[in-house]
C-alpha cells in the first residue's frame, strides 16, 4: 500500500487538509489511484491551471463572489481558485457563476467526487459504481455554470481482502468511464493526490 502524494501547489481548504493533520481511522482497504487520467501533484506538474485563491482576497467577512472576483481581475488573474464551491449555498454558488461570466474569468478546478473512506471506485456494487456517476454528472452540470473545467477526483479505499487484480480493473472501466464523460462535455479528470502521514491509513499510487 502506497500513498497518493503529490497533491497540486495550492492549499486545501475543507476536510481533505483536515486529513493530513489528524489520522483518519479506515477498516476497509487501502485506496486506489487513477486509470488513463490527469493527475494533481505538488511537484509542479500540476494539469490544475493556476489561480488565486478567492479566499486569499477576502478582506471584509461581508465580501461577495463578485467583490473577490473583482479584485482578481484588478490584481491581472484570470483563474481563480474555489475548489469547495460546492459545499457552498447556493446563492454562493449563483454569484459566483455570474461574476466568473461577467470578467470572462475561469475557475480552476472543482472537487466532483472525493472518497476517502469508502470503497467506490474499485467496488463490485451496481448501485456503488453508479452512484459515482450520478455524483460527477451533477458536478459537470455545476462545473459548465462556474466555467470550471478540471475536475478532482479522490477515487476511494480498495476492496479488503480482495485480489488486486480484480479491483484494479473495476477500478480502471469505472475511471474512464468518468473520463469519457468529462471529455464530452469538454472538462478533465484529476485525480487529486493526498498526502498521508506514516500513522495514517496510506493509500495506493501506481495500482491502476
Do not use: Y
Amino acid at each position: 500500500m502506497n500513498d497518493l502524494n503529490g497533491l497540486s501547489d495550492f492549499s486545501r481548504r475543507s476536510f481533505l487538509k483536515w486529513t493530513t493533520a489528524c489520522a483518519l481511522p479506515v477498516v476497509a482497504g487501502t485506496a486506489m489511484a487513477d486509470a488513463g487520467v490527469e493527475r494533481s501533484r505538488r511537484d509542479g506538474g500540476s494539469a490544475i491551471p493556476v489561480g488565486v485563491d478567492l479566499e486569499s482576497l477576502r478582506q471584509e467577512i461581508e465580501d461577495t463572489p463578485a467583490t473577490l472576483v473583482a479584485r482578481a481581475v484588478e490584481a491581472g488573474w484570470r483563474v481563480v481558485r474555489d475548489e469547495t464551491v460546492l459545499k457552498r449555498t447556493q446563492l454562493w454558488q449563483q454569484q459566483l457563476a455570474a461574476a466568473l461570466a461577467f470578467h470572462r474569468v475561469e475557475l480552476a478546478a472543482i472537487e466532483a467526487v472525493v472518497d476517502l473512506g469508502r470503497v467506490t471506485f474499485a467496488s463490485s456494487s451496481p448501485i456503488v459504481r453508479r452512484g459515482v456517476i450520478v455524483r460527477l454528472d451533477r458536478a459537470i452540470r455545476q462545473a459548465g455554470r462556474l466555467r470550471c473545467r478540471h475536475l478532482l477526483v479522490v477515487p476511494g479505499l480498495w476492496p479488503a481482502g480482495e485480489r488486486t487484480e480484480g479491483a484494479r480493473a473495476r477500478a480502471a472501466q469505472l475511471l474512464g468511464e468518468c473520463q469519457d464523460r468529462a471529455k464530452l462535455a469538454g472538462m478533465r479528470i484529476v485525480v487529486d493526490r493526498i498526502p498521508r502521514r506514516s500513522d495514517q491509513a496510506r493509500l495506493v499510487q501506481e495500482e491502476v
